[in-house]
């Protein structure tokens, strides 16, 4: 069954510095997708960036940076130069890729951030 | 274009009460899906659909049911209503294939349900 690990319930960094978030996953499907969400304290989920299982490169999206190992099935977040709008509930995730007939999502606990200013 | 709406955004039942969360949707998405969060936790999948007239169950079924009519309505049903399921709703939709190869969710701002 497919299951995603985050094993940092919540995390402390200085503002400006950097940050890496772990997730861990494990599924039996050879194709996939990884997501990372940002949930703010106003409680919408806000889509930060994405990586399919096939792609060799790790994804960027801005300060954003997914760090994916797919031997380890990790895909740890990792924010550069982190702000204070920073500091929220994020949440990594994984999906079936649709070609394979599956869709369904399945999240991980969360890792609640905190920056320091 | 809005996005995915939910209606209402704040409910208090009383146990053994019914109530049908609204979702909607304008970005002609063939998927839509439930999500519960309990405080503290992710999000676990209640329901899906991908497409109209076509659901299924997601983790947590139990005590909720769906219809899907239109491509653009998703409503989750509560019959019965439980303290069980005093929980945040989010609904979501995706495209099946996106043009950028990215099967994102597109989220709700989420209904707060408390049953007392």
């Known amino acids: 069954a497919q299951k995603i690990t985050q094993t940092q319930p919540g995390m402390f960094v200085q503002e400006k510095e950097a940050v890496t978030l772990d997730c861990t996953y494990d599924t039996s499907d050879q194709s996939y997708g990884l997501f990372w969400y940002k949930q703010p304290s106003s409680g919408e989920m806000i889509f930060l960036i994405y990586q399919g299982s096939y792609d060799e490169q790790n994804a960027t999206e801005g300060r954003y940076s997914l760090n994916f190992q797919k031997a380890r099935k990790s895909a740890n977040l990792v924010i550069s130069a982190s702000q204070l709008g920073d500091s929220a509930m994020y949440f990594c995730?994984?999906?079936?890729?649709?070609?394979?007939?599956?869709?369904?999502?399945?999240f991980g606990a969360g890792t609640r951030l905190f920056v320091k200013a | 274009n809005a996005g995915v709406t939910q209606t209402p955004k704040f409910r208090i039942l009383k146990i053994g009460q019914s109530m049908t969360l609204q979702c909607t949707q304008d970005?002609?998405?063939?998927?839509m899906y439930w999500y519960r969060q309990d405080p503290g936790m992710g999000l676990k999948l209640i329901y899906y659909?991908?497409?109209?007239?076509?659901?299924d169950k997601g983790e947590v079924p139990n005590g909720y049911n769906v219809s899907r009519s239109t491509t653009e309505d998703f409503p989750l049903r509560l019959e019965l209503a439980a303290p069980s399921q005093t929980s945040v709703y989010f609904c979501a939709s995706s495209y099946s294939f996106s043009r950028a190869g990215v099967y994102e969710q597109y989220f709700g701002p989420g209904t707060r349900l408390t049953v007392t």
């Open positions: 995730a994984m999906r079936e890729a649709p070609n394979t007939g599956g869709f369904k999502t399945i």
């Open positions: 970005m002609n998405h063939n998927y």
């Open positions: 659909s991908v497409g109209a007239g076509i659901t």
